[in-house]
């Protein structure tokens, strides 16, 4: 289902019965990964095996979005996939709940700091909503 409105991805995210969880979640708002029901571990991006114990009893949980600026790195040689959008910029995040995500952030240059507050930002897009990250200014 596509709108004349919401760019086409031109490389999108493969969606696989076990991802399309997360990426559902993502259109409607919800940002997720799985937890491990074994040994309460989490992991993101999400996984059907726990990397800590390898147990496949894991359950989806809610997550924040919201964490901390660890690092980032403007990207203006994209791959070819991704020239049209450069320049971009890439960031390591530090959730609340203790795990790293890799994404982009949303934000002029000369406003990010290390250790600065994001938050999760959906993109709309087909044929799946991604996230970024942005300044979380209620945040620091
Ligand atoms: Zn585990």
Redesign the pocket.
Known sequence: MTSGTIPELAYPPRITPFTKTFWDGLREGRFSTTR?R????MTFPPKPV?P????KDVEWVELSGRGVLRSYTEVTAAPSMFAAEAPYILCLVDLDEGIRCLSRVIADWGELVPDKRVRVQVREAEPAYLFDFVLDEGGN
């Open positions: 491990c074994q040994c309460s571990h726990c800590e114990c390898w147990s």
